[in-house]
């Protein structure tokens, strides 16, 4: 039998038939300097903003910035050999990275090189450009499911949906990282895929950021997306970016993802630093006066997908650093202004030793409250403002001013919440924990506790609850008769249960009482 397969001798004699002689036009520029990750390129008119320029070398950039007689570039790969005079030209295809289920569990640079050491990664079964346009409006849906961070105070107060853009904002040392990698390590068994991009860090963060989400098993499920402080300041640029392209390709096949920006504040003077050295005009505070779109479109890629589009989601985290709790400052105020709502630490909080330090008073979720659990949000109900309440009565008797009975309980129980809100870092909460804490509280179960024996009785019942068949789609009765009986064992009291609890208790919890 002949083979039908096209020899090489074959083809070759086809490429010489069909081979026409024409005039080919190719743009070859040259480097005229180089220096700071910055190439400035002559030759290359037809160059255009985000075009990837190739070198005689071997080495890549991207273009940043147009002149009238030569193109601004900036490093994405450097060789050590690149020197002025060099050949240049453009590749004609944007910049992007394969994407696929293979990054899961890998480290990987802002061009998808691997950086954990493993082995190569395996052919992936797609291409996504860094830079692209958000969803269009038609194909978003609304915010309607929640993400569970695992810590209690945003999860009851300050809750966050699936597809939502949370910011955490703070001052440098106030645990906002913390936040961010319990809300990872807490997407374990959700289905939810992670990536966590690390923007301009030193080495040591790197590597126990790293270290912490293999520990307690979130590298299963999370790819991490690394440009260090040592890095080109290029692809500390691109590094949210490329992050961004591998998320979009699990949330276009259906599936809820997090990323996390740690941090954006640092990608602002990267993208500072790359404009002032191309002498782009500097506007407040040295910025390009682009600073906010270029967030802007790097948000807005994060949406919740409506059945058309797959159902998938996005949830966005980014970090913002403030300074001296600053948050007035430009880059902190553009970023507000972009996402659906901040969680803001406050440094007298976690001088205090109230840890998560986040201040209640400046936290906000816009959009997450249609999206809490119905049975949290049923038991939380007020307990925002009736705690915001207690703060204000609170600073009236630090002035040893005489109050009520009534209102002295109101404190109390103002005293005990916060108290409760307390977590330890690196301990996520299920959702069972926290709908028995909120239903142990509002039926007044713990107001006889002193503040000292809070974390203790707390988890107390966390092991019963371990123990227990008790789930969200039980009766709050049932609830409240297993607390009562657990804690009476204990030999805690609760005089106080049938009192109604902060003044404004929600409507919810009187009924329950």
Not at 138 to 166: C, F, M, S, W, Y
């Amino acid at each position: 039998m002949l083979s039908t397969k096209a020899s090489p001798l074959t083809r070759q004699n086809k490429w010489l038939q069909d081979y026409r002689f024409q005039i080919r036009v190719a743009e070859q520029g040259h480097v005229i300097s180089i220096g700071d990750g910055i190439v400035r390129i002559s030759g290359l008119p037809s160059a255009a903003i985000d075009d990837v320029v190739l070198f005689e070398d071997g080495s890549r950039a991207l273009v940043f910035d147009l002149n009238t007689d030569n193109v601004g570039a900036i490093q994405l790969t450097d060789s050590g050999i690149l020197t002025s005079g060099m050949s240049a030209q453009l590749a004609k295809v944007p910049l992007g990275m394969e994407v696929g289920d293979g990054l899961r569990g890998r480290v990987v640079d802002p061009l998808g090189k691997p950086l954990d050491g493993g082995d190569q990664i395996a052919p992936l079964s797609g291409h996504n450009p860094l830079q692209r346009k958000s969803p269009p409006i038609t194909a978003r849906e609304v915010v309607n499911r929640p993400l569970h961070t695992g810590i209690k105070i945003i999860d009851a107060l300050v809750p966050i949906g699936r597809g939502q853009r949370q910011l955490i904002i703070g001052d440098e040392g106030l645990g906002r990282s913390s936040i961010a990698i319990d809300t990872v390590i807490n997407q374990a068994g959700q289905a939810v895929e992670c990536v966590y991009v690390l923007i301009g860090q030193k080495r040591s963060t790197v590597v126990n950021t790293i270290e912490l989400l293999r520990e307690y098993g979130a590298l299963d499920y999370t790819t991490v997306v690394v440009a260090e402080a040592s890095a080109l300041p290029g692809l500390q640029y691109l590094a949210p970016y490329a992050g961004c392209a591998i998320t979009e390709y699990w949330m276009s096949k259906g599936r809820d993802t997090l990323i996390v920006y740690d941090d954006l504040t640092t990608h602002a003077k990267t993208y500072r630093e790359l404009s002032l050295l191309l002498r782009r005009p500097p506007g407040r505070e040295a910025y390009p006066g682009d600073i906010f779109s270029v967030h802007a479109q790097l948000l807005e890629r994060s949406t919740n997908l409506n059945d058309k589009q797959g159902g998938g989601s996005m949830t966005a985290l980014p970090i913002v650093e403030t300074n001296e709790g600053e948050i007035a400052a430009y880059i902190p105020t553009n970023l507000i202004s972009i996402t659906d709502g901040q969680i803001y630490l406050e440094r007298s909080l976690f001088s205090a030793g109230f840890r998560p330090a986040i201040d209640i008073s400046r936290s906000v979720s816009r959009i997450g409250g249609q999206a809490q659990h119905p049975r949290i949000k049923e038991e939380a109900g007020r307990m925002k403002l009736d705690y915001l309440q207690f703060l204000e009565l609170e600073m009236f008797t630090r002035f040893g001013t005489h109050v009520e009975p009534r209102i002295q309980r109101v404190i109390d129980r103002g005293r005990l919440l916060r108290e409760l809100l307390k977590q330890d870092r690196l301990s996520p909460l299920s959702l069972r924990q926290q709908l028995g804490w909120l239903i142990a509280f509002n039926a007044g179960l713990l107001d006889s506790l002193d503040s000292e024996d809070v974390q203790e009785v707390f988890t107390f019942l966390d092991e019963r609850l371990e123990q227990s068949d008790l789930d969200l789609d039980t009766e709050v009765e049932v609830w409240q008769q297993n607390l009562r009986q657990w804690l009476k064992e204990e030999g805690i009291t609760h005089s106080h249960e049938q009192e109604t609890g902060i003044e404004g208790t929600s409507a919810a919890t009187a009924e329950h009482q």
